[in-house]
C-alpha cells in the first residue's frame, strides 16, 4: 500500500474537480463571471489604493511643508542652520511628487 501526502491528496482531489467543471457549463459560465468580476474588483482596489497612497503623500507633504515654514522662522532668527530647512525642503518636495505622481498613475489608468 502506497502513502500519498495531504498535498498529492490536493493536487489529485483539484485536477478531478477541474475536469467535472470543464464539463458543467454552468460551473464553466460562473467561472468566467467570476473572472471578470475579479478583474474589474481589481482594477477598482488598484485605483482606490492610489488615491489613498497619493492622499497620504501629500498629507506629509504638507507637515513637512509647516516644519518648513517653522525652521524657516528659526534659520531667520539665527537659531539654527541652513541644514534642518533643507531636510525639510527636500522632504516636502519629494513626498509631493510622490503624492502627485500616485494620483498622476490613477488618472492614467482610467
Partial sequence: M????????????????????????TAQAFLRG??????????????????????????????GGLAGVREYAKFEAGKV????LLVAVCFCLTFAYFGVTSFWRVRRKT
Fill in 34 to 63: 467570476a473572472r471578470v468580476a475579479g478583474a474589474s474588483f481589481r482594477r477598482i482596489f488598484r485605483q482606490l489604493w492610489l488615491e489613498v497612497t497619493g492622499f497620504v503623500f501629500l498629507v506629509l507633504a504638507g507637515i
Fill in 2 to 25: 502506497s502513502y500519498a501526502s495531504n498535498a498529492r491528496k490536493l493536487s489529485i482531489l483539484g485536477r478531478v474537480a477541474t475536469g467535472q467543471l470543464q464539463r458543467n457549463r
Fill in 81 to 84: 542652520g541652513p541644514g534642518r
